[in-house]
């Protein structure tokens, strides 16, 4: 039977394990995603990394780190900043009480609304 000890060390080395597969997969995602780096450059990283894995992470991150945080910051703003404009063009801009009011004048010319529609709509453009 295993005991508390055993079970403990299972864990520790799983976490080890996925630790180290989040960042092998975290240094090939910056090296594709990094405009810098030439076609070459990115093949002998990728090369470097299948072959003495490690080691190839540990001087991607020491090597590259500083950049790939500054190009993880620059996506994150890129991000944001296209988030910001697309609710910006959902929610409109509010108009004016006398563009309300227009329109209203512009429907009830037209017969789509009534003229009780009408002013409840101009009362309430004017609050």
Known sequence: MNSLWD???WIFWFYVIVACI???ITVFIDIFRDHTLNGWAKALWVIFLVFVPFLAAFIYLIARGD???KRNLARAQEMSAQQDAY???????????????E????LLDSGAITAAEYEALKAKALQ
């Not at 329109?103 to 512009?106: F, L």
Request: avoid cysteine; charge should be positive; charged fraction near 15%.
């Open 22 to 24: 989040w960042i092998f």
């Open 67 to 69: 950049s790939m945080t």
């Open 87 to 101: 609710v910006r063009s959902v929610a409109g801009t509010p108009q004016s009480a006398a563009a309300e009011i």
């Open 103 to 106: 329109s209203a004048k512009r």
């Open 7 to 9: 079970f403990i060390v």
